[in-house]
């Protein structure tokens, strides 16, 4: 059974750093790209940071130059370091992982349960 587990939310001041991680475990082919989506109250979830390989990076403009998405291949786990936090980044933040289980499967999307982050004044 695969799972991705997050840790590292919480609650911190505006301008303050958290860094998040998730760990891809189970018995999986390969990783497709890994990534973090959020979705604050009342709003649709969206794309933060993803790497679709291990060298390649996309950012939301909103967190260019405050956060940095990052990866261990060998733990499968990917990381969010976010920095110079603002309210509005308060939100659940998943982890996302486009996981091929078996050479013979497709590539499909899996999620992890969730961290909340929340940023106060």
């Known amino acids: 059974q695969v799972q991705l587990v997050e840790s590292g939310g919480g609650l911190v001041q505006a301008g303050g750093s958290l860094t998040l991680s998730c760990r891809a475990s189970g018995t999986i082919f390969s990783i497709n790209g890994m990534g973090w989506y959020r979705q604050a109250p009342g709003k649709e979830r969206e794309l933060v940071a993803s790497m679709p390989s291990p060298t390649s990076t996309n950012y939301q403009d909103s967190v260019k130059g405050r956060f940095i998405i990052f990866r261990n291949n060998t733990r499968n786990t990917v990381y969010l370091q976010m920095n110079s936090l603002k309210p509005e980044d308060t939100g659940v933040y998943y982890c996302?992982?486009?996981?091929?289980?078996?050479?013979?499967?497709?590539?499909?999307?899996?999620w992890g349960q969730g961290t909340q982050v929340t940023v106060s004044l």
């Open positions: 996302n992982g486009r996981l091929r289980l078996t050479a013979r499967d497709q590539i499909d999307d899996y």
